[in-house]
Nanobody, 129 residues
């Protein structure tokens, strides 16, 4: 049974930092592209960042580019999201997701929630102004 478990969320002031972790089990982690999505109350789930199986490729939403960094440690079956310079608009529930295979196809990155097979339960990030 595949399980993804996020941790590291919390309350932080604007300008602060948080590091989210997502521990995976029940899958061959190195064969899955991994991504982070987020969902704020009343809004659709939106793509944040992705990382390829071997961590060669990363891709970010424009809203977080330059502030967030996605990374992974395949030996630990874990993906991370380092979030710096946080803004109140970053407040959301953050989810990690797994997609078997490549993170992109013919130059198009997989940034839709429907592209991902497995999801965690989410971790709440709240940024106060």
């Amino acid at each position: 049974q595949v399980q993804l478990g996020e941790s590291g969320g919390g309350l932080v002031q604007a300008g602060g930092s948080l590091r989210l972790s997502c521990a995976a089990s029940g899958l061959t982690f190195s064969t899955y592209a991994m991504a982070w999505f987020r969902q704020a109350p009343g809004k659709e789930r939106e793509f944040v960042a992705l990382i390829s199986r071997g961590a060669i490729t990363t891709y970010y939403a424009d809203s977080v580019k330059g502030r967030f960094t996605i990374s992974r440690e395949n030996a630990e079956n874990t993906v991370y999201l380092q979030m710096n310079s946080l803004k109140p608009e970053d407040t959301a529930n953050y989810y990690c997701a797994a997609k078997r295979g490549s993170s992109h196809f013919r130059g198009a990155y997989y940034i839709k929630a429907i592209d991902y097979e497995y999801w965690g339960q989410g971790t709440q990030v709240t940024v106060s102004s």
